[in-house]
Every structure is written in C-alpha cells, then in structure tokens.
C-alpha cells in the first residue's frame, strides 16, 4: 500500500519533469553532426602547426562557430595521419577528408585531380610554412659513403618517395642539369622503407622531404649531399579544402586558418618548448624540430599565399606536365585567399603586408662566451646543453669556443646549430664542414653544409678546409683560452 501511495504522489512530479526538460532534449535531437575529416603529416615537421599541435591544443574546437547558423551543429573531428601527401589526396578525392596538408609538388597534383574529378575539387587556403629558397627537401647518403655531390650518384640505387615534394625537388634537379631518366636508378620508397635500406646500405642514396634529409644524420647513420636550397626555389607545406565542404562551411575554414596562426604563435613564444611537445607527439627528436621550427629556423611559419609560392606551382606544373605527370590545372580557380584574409581581419592583423614580407624570427640575445650581444641573426648559432637551456652565441667561432668551454666545465652539450655561409641556411655545427681563416683576434671559422663549398670557401681567402673535430681544435680551443679571461 505505501509503494503504492509513493508511486502515485511522484507520479505528477515525473510528469512535469519530462516536460520541462522536452524543449532541451528535442534541441539535442535536432542537433547535425558535422564530421570533419582532418589530413595530416605528423612526422612531417613543418606542417606541426597546421596538424599535430592544433589536435593536441584542442585549438579547432576553440574557433569553430558555435552560435547563429551554427547553434545545432555538434563538430566532430577526424584526425587522420599519413606519411606524405598523395594518401591524403586520395582521401579528399572520396570525400573521407576535407582539410588536407602536404607539400608544394603534392598541392598541385592535389589541385589537379580536384578539377578532373568534378564535384571534388580542393582549393589551397593557406600556406603553413615555408623555405624561400627550398631548403628542407635533400638528398642524404651513407655516413661512409665516398659521394659528396649528387653527381656522385651517377648509375647508383637512388630512392625517393614518388609524388613527394622532395621527388619535385629532384627531377627539377635533373631538368636543370640536363640529366636523363637514365641518369641513376630511380626507385619510388617511402621515409620508412628508405631510411632502413640507406641504414642498410641496400641503396646509395635517398631523397626525402622534412625532416628527413635533416632527420638521419642527426641520428648518425647519413650525410646530406645535397639541399633543396641549391635549386633556389621556393618549397612549401599547405592547406587545401574541399571545395564544397568550404562553400557549406566557410566559417569553420576561417575557423580552422585563426587556429593555425594560434599554433604558429604557440611555436614561437617558446621554441623549446614547443620542439619538446612536438617530440613527445611525434617522436621526431626536439633538436630535429627545433632546426626547422625555431628561431632562424629553416622554415618560416606564415600562412599567408605569397606571389612566389605561386610561382613555384607554376614551376612544379611545368616540371610535372613534361613529364606527363600532371593534368591540365587551373590554378586560378584553385587559390582562394578569402579565408586567410578574413582570419588576418578576425585578428586585427593586415594580410596584405604580411605577403610582403620574408621575415623570420631570429636568434637573439647576449652572447655569454665571446660577452658580445647577437646582432647579425645569419652569423649566429646556438648551444643546446643536455637536460638545460639554449645558448645564443654571436659567431660560429664563438660556438665553437663555446663548445670547449662546456666541455671543461663537464656540461654535456646536446647539439649546437650554425648558418652555412654560401646557401644560409641553419645546420646542425658537428655536421657541417669548415674554412678556417686567420683573423685579427685569432682564428676564425666560416661553416658549410656541402664539402664542395667548404673546400672553395677555403681556396679562395687562402684559409683551410677541416672537418668539424678539426674546427674544435684548431678554432674552438684557441678561443676559449682567448674568451676565458673576458
């Protein structure tokens, strides 16, 4: 009888309950779930800011639309990784990927299979960073291998990922040169494959893109031979959308481009950090991301669609389309800057002056070896002390001494970075070459990527060409007793 009694008190009460909370639950039910399939180059260092780092920092979900025309989606989020780009083409051509990343040979092909497929066409609206001269593809091989130029390589086993930016970078080697297809032996392999068989020596040389050629000599298996910096023309990492998804959703594009740029300011507002973080995601060592992602870093993080990017489209499509690699590309119809500029606006930033502008972020600071301030960025370098903090020095000579110097004080140095004087580009100090020169103070070094370049260098102001351990010796030792009583 009580159970009874209870059961028909609450009854009304459960009543009105279901009532009031229908006008909420109906909502819910009228809720449209938007997936967005989201491809992405994890491994692929320079396009951390426009993957890794935004899934991580949740920075999508903080600038997707929410209110207006918005209030009843729920996004979803589809992260997929892949190891280069011509998977995530083939993932937004099935419409299983709406936002994808790779590389400027990648990006055209991308566009390009767009447009032959009607109703899957991609757009590119924003560049996530970018080398004005195309450093970060190379060529690597053995570190015992007798090549030093990419001549060498004449009849060899050469491996490169087929479709890749670093594939582009080597038949405009090629073209530039005037080599035939018979020149070496061209084999299509991914990162993976490639770097085992270099390791391995099945193969005796393999191009790759970032961080690749950056990648396997810091893990002392390889030597670059040759950069992409050489070639003198721009590479770059992008973002394409599928055309239709951006019309549907243009606000979740701008969306997606303000998080990109918040990605980026997270990089540069603490570098080290950030190469740590990025380690831990992806497992690329943090000294390897630093190289390219921090200050005089060898990619510059900027999504803005500059006039010479463009242009190296242009370039890979003439490359490609002789070849018969590529299909017809309206590339007009492919770029649609309005995205990035209205994410520029949203943040009260001038788009138009940014396309104007190359600058990078660059080291600075006060020199604590040679007591000087850093005030010419592309002579400076760096010291990373194991387990500690990062050293600006002013001069490779300075870093060098630097080096001796930690060493007698028994701290471990991680790894050191200078600028190869000929192609300007930021390379790891214990793999680079040396001309040493007599100076006022004492001897003074001048780094190289290339020991062609080291070895010219050296020639011409009647210096000496050294390896890196003879650079500590020669330069470094002499200067930390020169520095030690500053």
Known sequence: ???????????????????????????????????????????????????IVIKELKLLEKHLPKTGKYANIEWKLDWQNFTSGPPVTNGMVANKLQIGMMGDYPLLVNGATGQSNKGNETQLVAIIAYNAFGAGNGVVVHKDSPYYELADLKGKNVSVPFGSAAHGMMLQAMQ????????????????????????????????????????????????????????????????????????????????????????????????????????????????????????????????????????????????????????????????????????????GQDYDSQKQTLANYDIAGRDPICKTAVTRPKEAGEIWLAGGEIVPVSSPTCLLAGIRQYESEKKKVAVAYVFDKELGIKVFADKAFYAIESGPKGPVAAPFLLKKDAEAHAAKSGGKFVTYTDALNLVGAKMAVATAGR
């Open 1 to 51: 009888m009580m159970t009874s009694f209870i059961q028909a008190k609450l009854a009304p009460l459960a009543f009105a309950l279901a009532l009031a909370l229908l006008p909420g639950l109906a909502q819910a039910a009228d809720k449209q779930v938007v997936t967005i399939g989201i491809g992405t180059q994890n491994t692929t260092t320079n396009t951390a800011t426009g993957g």
């Open 176 to 347: 530039e040169r005037g080599w035939k297809d018979d020149f070496w032996s061209l084999v299509s392999q991914s990162p993976e494959v490639g770097t085992t068989n270099l390791q391995e020596k099945k193969i005796d040389g393999h191009g790759d893109f970032v961080p690749f050629a950056e990648l396997l000599p810091y893990r002392g298996f390889a030597r670059k031979i040759f950069d992409g910096a050489q070639t003198k023309i721009p590479t770059f990492h992008g973002v394409v959308v599928r055309k239709d998804f951006a019309d549907k959703y243009p606000e979740a594009v701008v969306a997606y481009v303000k998080a990109l740029m918040e990605a980026n300011d997270w990089v540069r507002k603490d570098p080290k950090l950030a190469a740590t973080k990025i380690e831990e995601w992806t497992k690329i060592e943090k000294e390897v991301v630093y190289i390219f992602l921090g200050p005089g870093g060898i990619h510059t993080l900027d999504p803005s669609i500059k006039p010479r990017w463009l242009d190296t489209i242009k370039t890979a499509y003439g490359v490609l389309n002789k070849l018969g690699r590529v299909k017809e590309f309206d590339m007009n119809a492919w770029v649609n800057e309005s995205y990035v500029r209205q994410a520029f606006k949203e943040r």
